[in-house]
T-cell receptor, first 116, second 109 residues
């Protein structure tokens, strides 16, 4: 199956710093990348949908200035959590689809962010 | 109303038991349906796609009922390794995916 590589897997940072998470599609062109956040014992919550070469579409309640998304190429999308605070601590996951019609989503490995 | 409703459980079953999960969706125009498995602190991984005719993969059987707008997953002869959270995912069209809250399963020795 298609592979989405996400980095870093774990990150611990101080409050007020910014953290960048990268997702790369290794064997297909990811025109669209979905970014999710998952708090403990809760389901995935879609934060935003990024499209290569254009601005991301953010879900209601997600601050675009706090969660900066860049999708400059067909194989790389990044999420930057700016001025992170403890309440931003969460599991962040990206996913994408291949160009086929299966509809299947391929997920990155996830990034666990802990803000002290 | 949520796009996808799923019983969060938890389901605690003994080894060898049969367990079934259901998931309902609200939009009749939904096109594709999936069951994903998510282990603790890991990303979701596709378990099965769900087809109108129903499909089976070993101990796992998935079914879709478009008239009643629900999908189901049946696990027979549960193994300890089946312990995980099972997510139903509905694709309405193109980029629109909706996730259930996930059903937690623990298989007990």
């Amino acid at each position: 199956g298609a592979v989405v590589s996400q980095h870093p897997s774990w990150v611990i940072c101080k409050s007020g710093t910014s953290v960048k998470i990268e997702c790369r599609s290794l064997d297909f062109q990811a025109t669209t990348m979905f970014w999710y956040r998952q708090f403990p014992k809760q389901s995935l919550m879609l934060m935003a949908t990024s499209n290569e070469g254009s601005k991301a579409t953010y879900e209601q309640g997600v601050e675009k200035d706090k969660f900066l998304i860049n999708h400059a190429s067909l194989t790389l999308s990044t999420l930057t959590v700016t001025s992170a605070h403890p309440e931003d601590s969460s599991f962040y996951i990206c996913s994408s689809q291949t160009g086929g019609n299966t509809g299947e989503l391929f997920f990155g490995e996830g990034s666990r962010l802990t803000v002290l | 109303r949520k796009e996808v409703e799923q019983d969060p459980g938890p389901f605690n079953v003994p080894e060898g038991a049969t367990v079934a999960f259901n998931c309902t969706y609200s939009n009749s125009a939904s096109q594709s349906f999936f069951w994903y498995r998510q282990d603790c602190r890991k990303e979701p991984k596709l378990l099965m796609s769900v087809y109108s005719s129903g499909n089976e993969d070993g101990r796992f059987t998935a079914q879709l009922n478009r008239a009643s707008q629900y999908i189901s997953l049946l696990i027979r002869d549960s193994k300890l390794s089946d312990s995980a959270t099972y997510l139903c995912v509905v694709n309405k069209a193109g980029n629109q995916f909706y996730f259930g809250t996930g059903t937690s399963l623990t298989v007990i020795p």
